[in-house]
């Protein structure tokens, strides 16, 4: 790499160098150029003059006009001379041609100067161009250096790869050099145990026989006496009998063993059926039986589908008493498809529900902000007008505050309006008691003038009956005179009696008065205060609220306690008349 | 929870008896029979060397005394404490002994595996097993006690036989497809026997009574494999403990694998509890220290206590890391035992000595971690209940059941760690053994 760097470097620079020599060249050649234009024509006008007067003088006169002239002509302009007068000049061509080289030369000024600005924006242009090359070039440069350097790179990975699968084909070698080694050791490990054992066997054998055969005297058993079996039996004879006797007990032990196992085999089989005649029955309950039919029988053919229901037919009962094998394969295929239209039913309402869900969130996602907007909306409409609702309310209140007094001072009149017709209507009721009572006594008092006179007359009969009596009785008839006294006296009872009534009757208010007076003293108060109260409706305004309230209060349990003790009524009405 | 007082004991050989009256422990050449309740001594029978090993019969009238290196077994009778037996195997010498599921043969294999010597108590009969294979789990007796597998070496291949108990008959002789057995267990219904293959391999075959072969399973191909095998109580499981730390398990039907088990050192499953065991440093009130402190007060001032906490997953357990230029790494799962009601499975996965698992078998998932103190020396279920005993070599024991877990404290003075645990039949009491001392616990029957 490093020698790479080395050689490529300068090349680089020369042509970096190069390349710059030739952009500042071509930058210096416009200015140059332009320079010496200018130089060419903005001429001094000293210099412009000497130059003239150089040309120009008064020896050569002659011939720089002619000269002038040939030059004219060749160049396409009429020749200033008269051509009547031969020598002479033409002084109006020479002003034209004059004015037309001032043109001529104004025009040319002007072209160049285009062309010199034309010319700088190529040069710029240039310019410009020059420097994307050389950025390019630097690039360029760059990428291949970079492409030098992956090359590079990718060199030494490819050889460091080329390494590393060197070491492992020697790791597998190694490897596979060690498992050689391992299992030939194995291998010859095993050799030479095998043959140590038959050594050892071998050995075995020797002492075997050398210990066994030598009759060896302390190998013995010194018992006592040789006790019972533990089963009470005795030994039996080892003979062919015996070795099929336990061949046969293997047998059964094993037997029952199997036994045992197919019992339970049963038994879990038989949990396991029922558990899946159950999941069965389940399935085709929960899934949707008009969906079962039509998509089955597309699916596997008229043909199965029938022998299936068929079986399903006769064997729905019976089908799991009969053994596994006959039914494994119609079992396992019924719930498996029973299995496969759950889970499609399932699938079908996951991607449902899952679908519906994103429905669901994209319409919400879509909705919500309209939805939120008009919501938002809706819910300013609404505390606006809520507020409004309660501005208004409050207004309604403050009014009410405001014209408080005056209504409830009317409210309050009508209720003391009705209570004072109510009250009337009472005075009334009384008055016309009051008048009855008044006609009663009246007549009373009228009945008890005529009792009076009557009794005057009756005693002035009685007198002179009594005379005549006496008149007589001085005469003769004393034995008629003792009976009539007693008819008399009977007769005259009725008429104590009536005294004695009359009297009770006028008796009971003043007995009752002591314990009554206060409730009626107080009525009447209140009535007069009513009166005095209802007399004067809105005048006085607050002092005397307070008072009414109580009053009406009052009046109204007085009303009450009337109203409940009829019969205390007319007492009271007694005691009333007997107040005023 | 009661303890009875501690007992000298020599080589863990402290037994209940199978019908749960008795209570056999030996001290150095005596055996000493105890009532089972009152562990008054009801027997005394002295054997000629020390006992190294020590097994009732099955129908608890006679116990089995074996002292290895003299190759005698003596056996001794509840019935008539005056009877005796003698077998001496001679020059051919001892390496295991233990009973018929009859109680009334013993089978004695011989050194470097020549035979297995069938005696019978009652009669003068001796049968020979020949060729038995020198491995960890060489012998099986169905639960029925009517079979017993045999498993055998020839000729560089391993066979399987398999006898009728009754009479030593042979029933059914076959190779099995295995490198080199290690192993072999019959399913609780003795209908099933369970054959495994040395670490170097994973492979588990399934045979019938019968010889057939039901199944082979095989979890992976080169790293060390299998390392426990527990069946559940109802034949239906077969969990498998491997080097990969997992567990696997087995159904009865297929044979194929339900499910994996994973043993990580961290749990965060928020359905697992984790008990973890902190200890407690002991509250002594001051006006209970006195000068020179009491024995007793001082006991337990060393002596420290311990209560479980439940830790808030996730819990990252103690992990060791496993050694591995050793043979016989400590790691994978080497204990694993189902509850008695199948429901749940115990394991332990040996690089992470201090934890109990205890999954769920009925969701298959892990219920409970019980992380401890010390590492889990022993561990066993209760025979009636869901109920796990737990010994870590202190003076404690630690009992979890689905309601909960507790820590109790051995009372007594000196040390007592206890190294082994067995239950009583009933699951009332508790056999807990240390190096040199024994004592039963007694647990409240809940009503």
């Given at each position: ?220 058993m ?359 | ?50 006992i190294q090993y020590l097994e009732?019969s ?5 116990i089995l005394c074996a002292m290895y290196?003299r190759g005698i077994v003596q056996v ?9 037996c003698k077998i001496d195997e001679?020059?051919?010498g001892l390496v295991a002994s233990c009973w018929s599921?009859?109680?009334?043969h013993i089978l004695n294999t011989t050194e470097?595996?020549?035979?297995i010597t069938v005696w ?19 012998v ?308």
């Amino acid at each position: 790499m490093g020698d790479w760097r080395t050689i490529t470097v300068p090349v680089l620079s020369s042509d970096s160098q190069n390349t710059f020599l030739y952009t500042s060249e071509r930058k210096t050649s416009p200015t140059s150029m332009s320079s010496q234009v200018l130089r060419l024509s903005l001429p001094s006008s000293k210099n412009m003059h000497s130059f003239f007067s150089a040309f120009c003088t008064e020896e050569n006169i002659e011939q720089s006009i002619s000269y002038i002239d040939r030059e004219l002509t060749t160049l396409g302009f009429p020749s200033i001379y008269a051509e009547s007068k031969g020598k002479e000049l033409n002084l109006v061509s020479m002003v034209n041609c004059m004015n037309e080289l001032l043109v001529l030369q104004h025009k040319n000024l002007r072209a160049q100067e285009e062309i010199e600005i034309q010319h700088l924006k190529l040069g710029s242009d240039m310019d410009h161009l020059q420097n994307c090359y050389a950025k390019l070039k630097e690039q360029l440069e760059l990428s291949k250096r970079e492409i030098v350097g992956l090359q590079e790179k990718d060199r030494q990975l490819q050889s460091k790869n080329r390494n590393l699968h060197q070491l492992l084909k020697n790791e597998k070698d190694e490897v596979q050099k060690l498992q050689n080694i391992i299992s030939s050791r194995a291998t010859q490990y095993n050799h030479d145990m095998k043959r140590k054992e038959r050594e050892y066997n071998k050995l075995k054998e020797r002492l075997h026989q050398l210990v066994m055969n030598k009759k060896d005297k302390k190998l013995a058993m010194e018992v006592l006496n040789y006790v019972g079996r533990a089963d009470g039996k005795r030994g039996a004879w080892r003979t062919d009998k015996t070795e099929a006797r336990n061949e046969e007990e293997m047998y059964k032990i094993l037997l029952s063993d199997y036994e045992q196992r197919q019992k339970q085999l049963l038994l879990e089989n038989t949990e396991l059926k029922k558990v899946l005649q159950q999941m069965k029955k389940d399935i085709i309950s929960l899934l949707p039986p008009q969906k079962q039919k039509p998509k089955e029988r597309p699916e596997d053919g008229l043909v199965l589908s029938d022998q299936e229901e068929d079986i399903g037919e006769l064997n729905k009962e019976n089908m799991w008493e009969l053994s596994c094998e006959t039914v494994r394969e119609q079992l396992t295929n019924s719930i498996r498809k029973q299995w496969r239209m759950l889970k499609n039913h399932v699938e079908k309402l996951d991607n449902q529900v899952s679908r519906g869900h994103s429905g669901a969130l994209n319409e919400k996602d879509v909705i919500s902000r309209e939805d939120h907007e008009l919501e938002t909306e809706k819910l300013e409409l609404e505390i606006q007008q809520c507020k409004e609702m309660i501005r208004t309310q409050q207004q309604l209140l403050q009014q009410q505050l405001t014209c408080d007094d005056d209504t409830t001072l009317l409210l309050q009149d009508c209720y003391l309006l009705e209570e004072r017709e109510r009250l009337q209507e009472e005075w009334r009721l009384f008055r016309e008691q009051k008048k009855n009572f008044e006609k009663e006594r009246k007549s009373f008092t009228e009945a008890a003038i005529r009792l009076g006179l009557e009794r005057k007359a009756f005693e002035e009969d009685r007198g002179a009956w009594l005379k005549h009596q006496f008149l007589s009785m001085t005469a003769d008839c004393k034995s008629e005179k003792m009976t009539t006294p007693s008819a008399f006296l009977r007769s005259s009872d009725p008429d104590i009696r009536l005294v004695r009534s009359a009297s009770r009757q006028r008796r009971p208010p003043s007995v009752l008065s002591p314990t009554v007076s206060p409730e009626p003293c107080q009525i009447s108060q209140y009535i007069t205060q009513n009166s005095v109260a209802s007399e004067k409706p809105a005048a006085d305004n607050k002092p005397n609220l307070w008072v009414e309230s109580d009053d009406k209060e009052e009046t109204e349990e007085c009303t009450k306690s009337w109203e409940d003790s009829g019969l205390g009524t007319l007492c009271r009405n007694l005691h009333m008349e007997q107040l005023p | 929870m009661n303890f009875s007082e501690l007992f000298k004991l020599s080589g863990l050989l402290g037994r209940f008896s199978p019908d749960g009256k008795c209570l056999a422990s030996c001290v150095q050449h005596r055996l000493l029979v105890r009532d089972a309740s009152s562990l008054q001594i009801l027997h005394l029978y002295t054997c000629v060397d020390q006992i190294q090993y020590l097994e009732w019969s099955s129908d608890s009238l006679f116990i089995l005394c074996a002292m290895y290196k003299r190759g005698i077994v003596q056996v001794w009778s509840l019935e008539q404490p005056d009877w005796h037996c003698k077998i001496d195997e001679g020059s051919a010498g001892l390496v295991a002994s233990c009973w018929s599921p009859d109680g009334r043969h013993i089978l004695n294999t011989t050194e470097f595996h020549l035979r297995i010597t069938v005696w019978s108590l009652c009669t003068k009969s001796v049968s020979y097993i020949k060729y038995p294979k020198a491995c960890q789990q060489g012998v099986a007796f169905t639960k029925d006690g009517r079979y017993m597998a045999v498993a055998e070496r020839r000729d560089c291949k391993d066979f399987i036989s398999i006898f009728v108990c009754r009479s030593w008959q042979l029933l059914r002789h076959f190779d099995t497809e295995t490198q080199d057995l290690f192993g072999i267990e019959w399913a609780p219904n003795g209908c099933v026997l369970a054959v495994w293959d040395t670490c170097l391999e994973y492979k588990v075959l399934l045979y019938s009574l019968d010889g057939r072969l039901l199944s082979s399973y095989r979890a992976y191909e080169w790293p060390l494999g299998i390392k426990s095998i527990a069946w559940s109580p109802s034949s239906q499981f077969l969990a498998i403990g491997s080097f990969d730390e997992k567990v696997r398990i087995l159904n009865h039907v297929t044979w194929k694998k339900i499910t994996e088990l994973e043993h990580a050192a961290t749990i965060a499953s928020k359905q697992t509890i984790v008990y973890k065991e902190v200890e407690k440093s002991p509250t002594v009130g001051t006006e209970r220290l006195s000068f020179p402190p009491t024995r007793e007060l001082a006991s337990s001032l060393f002596s420290t206590q311990s209560k479980y906490d439940i830790s808030q997953v996730p819990v990252s357990l103690q992990y060791i890391k496993p050694v591995a230029d050793r043979a016989n790494p400590k790691v994978g799962v080497g204990m694993l035992a189902f509850s008695a009601d199948n429901c749940f499975l115990a394991t332990k996965n040996d690089n992470i000595p201090n934890a109990v698992w205890i999954w769920d078998i009925r969701k298959l998932k892990l219920a409970v971690v019980l992380e401890q103190l010390c590492s889990i020396q022993c561990f066993q279920w209760d025979p009636c209940q869901p109920r796990l005993a737990v010994c870590t070599g202190s003076s404690r024991v630690y009992l979890w059941s689905p309601a909960g877990c507790v820590v109790v404290q051995v009372p007594g003075e000196g040390v007592f760690q206890i190294i082994s645990l067995s239950w009583h039949s009933s699951g009332d009491s508790m056999l807990l053994l240390s190096k040199d001392n024994f004592c039963v616990c007694y647990l409240e029957r809940e009503e």
